[in-house]
C-alpha cells in the first residue's frame, strides 16, 4: 500500500518552460513534505519543503504547492534548465524521523 | 570528510553469502539513516540511530537484516544469508537533527545477489 504516490514515471519539457511534478498521498497524518532531486549514481539531495501548515513554499526557481483536501502536491520548476534533468522524488513525514518516499519522476530538460 | 561516504559501491554476492556495507556520516551528526532503495521505486526506510542508540529499526526486512554503530560515528549494515530479493541500493543519510530537509545522503552501495 503506497502511502506516497508519483503517478508519471517521466516528463520531458523544453528549456525555459514550465517542468511540474505532481505527488498524491494517502496518510492525513503526514505534516511534513519534500522534494529531492537525485542524478545518476549519486545520493538523492534535498530540494525544498512544505509544512501542512503551508500550502505554498518559494525559493528561486522552484515552488511547492501543497493542497491539503485533496492530499497533492507539485513541485514546480521555472524557467526550467538542462541541469535540472534528474529524477525528481517526493517524501512525506509525520512528525517522525521517518520519510515515506514516492517512486519518482524522471525529468528531461530539452535544450 | 565533506559528506556521507559509503563503501562499497558495488558489492556483487553470491546468494547464501553475508555482506557487510559501510557508512562514514558528516562529522558530528548525531543521526544516522539507512534506506534500501529497489530499482524503479523510491528509498524505503531501514533504521535510524541517534548516537550509538538504535531508535528504530522497524523497517529492516528480516531478522538477516542488523545495523550496528558502536561509537556513534561509522555505521555497518550487515546482511546475513542474503537472497536475491536484497539486490537493491542500499542509502546511508545523516544529519545533525532528524527532520528530512537535514539529511544528507551518501551514494549508496548497489547490492547485487545471484
Known amino acids: 500500500d503506497q502511502q506516497v504516490k508519483q503517478n508519471s514515471p517521466s516528463l520531458s519539457v523544453q528549456e525555459g518552460r514550465i517542468s511540474i511534478l505532481n505527488c498524491d498521498y494517502t496518510?492525513?497524518?503526514?505534516?511534513?513534505f519534500l522534494w529531492y532531486k537525485k542524478y545518476p549514481a549519486e545520493g538523492p539531495t534535498f530540494l525544498i519543503s512544505?509544512?501542512?501548515?503551508?500550502d505554498k513554499n518559494e525559493d528561486g526557481r522552484f515552488t511547492v504547492f501543497l493542497n491539503k483536501s485533496a492530499k497533492h502536491l507539485s513541485l514546480h520548476i521555472v524557467p526550467s534548465q538542462p541541469g535540472d534533468s534528474a529524477v525528481y522524488f517526493c517524501?512525506?513525514?509525520?512528525?517522525?524521523?521517518?520519510?515515506?518516499f514516492g517512486s519518482g519522476t524522471r525529468l528531461l530538460v530539452r535544450p | 570528510g565533506a559528506g556521507v561516504s559509503q563503501s562499497p559501491r558495488y558489492k556483487v554476492a553470491k546468494r547464501g553469502q553475508d555482506v557487510a556495507l559501510r557508512c562514514d556520516p558528516i562529522?558530528?551528526?548525531?543521526?544516522l539513516f539507512w534506506y534500501q532503495q529497489a530499482l524503479g521505486q523510491g528509498p524505503e526506510f531501514l533504521t535510524y540511530?541517534?548516537?550509538?542508540?538504535?531508535?528504530?529499526k522497524s523497517g529492516l526486512p528480516s531478522d538477516r537484516f542488523f545495523a550496528e554503530r558502536p561509537e556513534g560515528s561509522v555505521s555497518t549494515l550487515k546482511i546475513q544469508r542474503t537472497q536475491q530479493e536484497d539486490s537493491a541500493v542500499y542509502l546511508c543519510?545523516?544529519?545533525?537533527?532528524?527532520?528530512?530537509?537535514?539529511?544528507?545522503f551518501g551514494s549508496g552501495t548497489r547490492l547485487t545477489v545471484v
Open positions: 543519510a545523516s544529519s545533525l537533527g532528524d527532520r528530512g530537509d537535514g539529511y544528507t
Open positions: 496518510n492525513s497524518m503526514f505534516d511534513y
Open positions: 512544505i509544512s501542512s501548515i503551508k
Open positions: 517524501a512525506a513525514s509525520g512528525n517522525s524521523y521517518k520519510l515515506i
Open positions: 562529522s558530528g551528526h548525531v543521526s
Open positions: 540511530f541517534q548516537n550509538e542508540a538504535q531508535l528504530d
